[in-house]
């Protein structure tokens, strides 16, 4: 199993609620094809960099997994499907990267802490 990593921004004007049921939907839907995840983290309603669908900001989520392969396209197109979406991105890690995924969230960890 490979690990990935998929960054995905939703549409700001969905409510609090519409946002988590958004997430847990994905993240079932990873986990019913035997994916594991590692790390779930929501890094909140942020400013775009440009306009989307006339749009200057949308609710930032981060999902770290472990899954086969042949999850990864089913994913994407569950991605495309969904209104609520407005851009995603599904990246492989390598060894390196899982590595500074860590680091980052031992660092956001310590962060939240003090």
Do not use: C
């Not at 094809?33 to 989307?52: C, H, P, Q, S």
């Not at 981060?62 to 994913?75: C, E």
């Amino acid at each position: 199993m490979n690990q990935y990593e998929t960054v995905f921004i939703l549409n700001p004007v969905l409510s609090d609620d519409q946002v988590k049921e958004t997430v847990k939907k994905f993240e079932k839907f990873l986990t019913e094809r035997g994916a594991k995840m590692v790390a779930n983290e929501d890094w909140g309603l942020k400013k775009l960099a440009y306009t989307i669908d006339n749009k200057k900001s949308g609710f930032y989520h981060l999902f770290q997994f472990s899954a086969p392969g042949d999850v990864i396209n089913d994913y994407e197109v569950e991605f495309r499907r969904d209104e609520r979406v407005m851009r995603y991105l599904t990246v492989r890690l390598d060894k390196y990267a899982i590595e500074w995924a860590e680091k980052r969230r031992s660092r956001m960890s310590k962060k939240s802490q003090a």
